[in-house]
């Protein structure tokens, strides 16, 4: 069970010390938007690499972006332990994970709450994670979508069958009142923006969500 805080909600005028402030977290999620494949801009590769350089926790970074095929790579290349890619907008997924795992990154397939996870289960051979959007992506602090619940619990599923062992991130809306539903269906890595961020103490916040998310295990 790992929590990986998104510092989307974070003050992007200090993010070292934003990041300091979850040094007991598993991972810092860092969302990637290009205001194409999502209508928000938020940061690109030089950000990230500066935070690589002064980050305490593994960057798990989630790209929101056209052609991942082109531009995901060099994130897995400058240090990011996991890169997430939007299946949605890559063209060779299969080939984009292999790049990414080569270049010695987990590799990450995330789905939007629109979209299907059968036709894209044939790549889990391929794949670390399996990202199950919560919200529809590009903005932080909206409502969590319980009808996806579903697809973690099929997701499971499909991981149990294909053994081997392959992560379930959930991202979107996760809090208190939601991990538990979360870890029931079988997600284990959940990411939480304004949950971290918007509390008081960020590193209680997320011990509190751990300890939510082990209780409740799938
Ligand atoms: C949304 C991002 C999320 C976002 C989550 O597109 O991918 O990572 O920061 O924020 P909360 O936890 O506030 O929903
Ligand atoms: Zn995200």
């Not at 240090?79 to 080939?95: D, I, L, M, N, Y």
Request: hydrophobic share 50%.
């Amino acid at each position: 069970m790992q929590i990986s805080p998104s510092i989307l909600s974070a003050d992007f005028a200090n993010l070292e010390a934003e990041l300091g402030r979850i040094s007991n977290a598993d991972w810092a999620h860092v969302d990637v938007m290009d205001a194409h494949f999502v209508p928000n801009l938020t940061l690109g590769l030089p950000v990230v690499e500066a935070l690589l350089a002064v980050s305490p926790i593994p960057i798990d970074a989630h790209l929101m972006i056209e052609d991942p095929d082109r531009w995901a790579p060099a994130y897995a290349e400058a240090g990011c332990q996991s890169v997430t890619f939007h299946v949605e907008a890559a063209r060779e997924p299969r080939e984009l994970a292999r790049t990414l795992r080569a270049a010695g990154a987990r590799a990450s397939m995330a789905l939007k709450p629109g979209t299907a996870f059968a036709p894209y289960e044939d790549l889990l051979p391929d794949l670390d994670m399996v990202l199950v959007m919560t919200v529809e992506p590009g903005f932080g602090g909206q409502s969590f979508m319980a009808d996806q619940m579903p697809k973690v619990r099929q997701v499971r599923e499909a991981v149990r069958r294909h053994g081997g062992e392959i992560w379930i991130q959930v991202d979107g809306g996760v809090s208190a009142d939601t991990i538990e539903q979360c870890a029931e269906a079988g997600a284990d890595v959940f990411v939480a923006g304004s949950a971290v961020y918007g509390a008081e103490d960020a590193a209680v916040a997320v011990d509190e969500l751990r300890a939510l998310a082990l209780t409740h295990r799938h």
